[in-house]
């Protein structure tokens, strides 16, 4: 009862503190929807809203080069009056918020990141609270930004956590639905499919009821695709039965025409190569994001969740288009390992890096943009210093999930230290 008690108490202070937000500075959302730190060409709500202007005006909105969004999000803003857009939009993104906190306690209550069916770690008894994991979500900085600037990113993040939480909660359908949404509002989360489906075998192996590996797998990947089809089939006929959203959709993705500055590593380099290069060059980048999901899906097959949450955490580097989002979906994550906390190393370096990119990341884009008493490079610059803090977050993190299990298949070495022969 004081568990319910304290979610809702949780939910009703993280809920009015957005719609504070939202009444007492109504400039505030459209200036963060213009940050490049946020929003995104493939997420942005400024994007969002001129696609819908098309829309509702019947005229295509994936014939001006400037909306890269699924379409099903056309019909839904479409529905909300205009005089009340603002407030209902405001209302959408806070529930959105409000249901990724859940699927987060509910997977923290679970306990899949301590003990999976092959696997129990010695620290299990180390953790935080359910709801103190919520609370670092939803008061986060990242995440009320991130909710202010209502870009389409807080969905996809929303169908993700929603989707581990239904595999940790032995409920397959639910979860290969979850994904399939969030595969069809942004191309990478199709990548978490093979760590998702050890982690829904995981959680029936638990409980003694899976099948054979590759059986569930086949099974479970069929119902993945099927669904993804549906959501296609849904945008092909709302799109007057016409395939065109998909190469705006999804190609923008791949092919990466829109090198609009964001926090990631693949605009600014793309803008200095060569055309003759480029194909070669998108095809590297890609590999290189694709590269890490069957390694790590084999060497901690253990450990499903980790994998996704690390994952999600070099999706936050390496996609073509990341945001501040992706980051704090990883950071959200991160609570759940509290038992390998003492394990990592850098954790100092690594949290100092980041708060000085967020405080001179703003700072340099408007030297660039606004004052125009610097360039491309000081902007990039600082993203680059973003993404390391990133990389020593989820290298330290992987480092301690090792350790942990090292020292379970050789307890003599607990508390020794490792080094590099």
């Not at 994007?47 to 019909?75: C, I, K, M, W």
């Not at 595999?167 to 639905?177: E, G, H, T, Y």
């Not at 099948?211 to 569930?216: A, M, R």
């Not at 089939?233 to 007057?240: A, E, I, K």
Request: hydrophobic share 50%; aromatic share 16%.
């Amino acid at each position: 009862m004081d568990v319910n008690r304290n979610k809702t108490l949780l939910f009703a202070a993280a809920a009015a503190l957005r719609f504070v937000l939202f009444i007492a500075f109504p400039t505030l959302p459209d200036f963060l929807a213009g940050r490049a730190e946020i929003s995104t060409p493939v997420t942005g709500f400024k994007r969002l809203q001129e696609g819908l202007f098309l829309y509702t005006h019947n005229v295509s909105p994936y014939d001006g080069g400037v909306f890269y969004q699924a379409p099903l999000f056309l019909p839904l803003f479409a529905l909300i009056p205009s005089p009340i857009f603002y407030f209902v939009s405001a209302l959408l993104y806070s529930l959105a918020d409000l249901l990724c906190a859940n699927s987060l306690i509910q997977i923290a209550e679970s306990g899949a990141s301590r003990e999976t069916h092959l696997f129990s770690s010695p620290r299990k008894d180390i953790k935080w609270n359910s709801i103190a994991i919520g609370a670092a979500y939803l008061f986060n900085p990242f995440t009320i930004a991130t909710c202010l600037a209502r870009p389409t990113s807080i969905f996809t993040n929303a169908a993700v956590l929603y989707a581990m939480s239904s595999a940790v909660d032995r409920k397959p359908a639910k979860s290969m639905l979850a994904l399939a949404l969030a595969a069809y509002l942004s191309l990478y989360p199709v990548l978490l499919l093979p760590p998702l489906i050890l982690l829904c075998h995981d959680r029936e192996a638990k409980s003694n009821k899976a099948t054979s590996l590759p059986n569930f797998a086949l099974k479970w990947s069929t119902l993945f695709l099927g669904f993804s089809t549906w959501f296609m089939s849904m945008s092909y006929l709302l799109m007057g039965q016409s395939w065109k959203f998909l190469s705006s959709t999804y190609g923008v993705h791949l092919l990466l025409p829109d090198l609009t500055p964001n926090v990631g590593l693949w605009w600014y380099f793309f803008i200095e190569m060569f055309d003759s290069f480029r194909e070669f060059f998108l095809g590297v980048f890609w590999l290189h994001l694709v590269g890490y999901v069957g390694g790590l899906s084999i060497r901690l097959r253990k450990q499903p969740l980790f994998v996704l949450k690390t994952l999600i955490g070099i999706f936050a580097i390496f996609q073509p288009y990341p945001s501040i989002a992706d980051a704090a979906l990883y950071f959200s994550l991160l609570p759940l390992y509290a038992h390998v906390f003492p394990l990592m190393r850098y954790t100092f370096f690594a949290m100092a890096t980041i708060l000085y990119t967020s405080l001179l990341g703003p700072a340099f884009y408007y030297l660039w943009i606004y004052a125009g008493s610097g360039n491309a490079n000081f902007f990039y610059a600082i993203t680059l210093v973003w993404s390391l803090g990133l990389s020593i977050v989820v290298g330290e993190c992987l480092f301690a999930v090792l350790r942990d299990e090292w020292e379970v298949e050789r307890p003599e070495m607990k508390g020794k230290d490792v080094r590099r022969i």
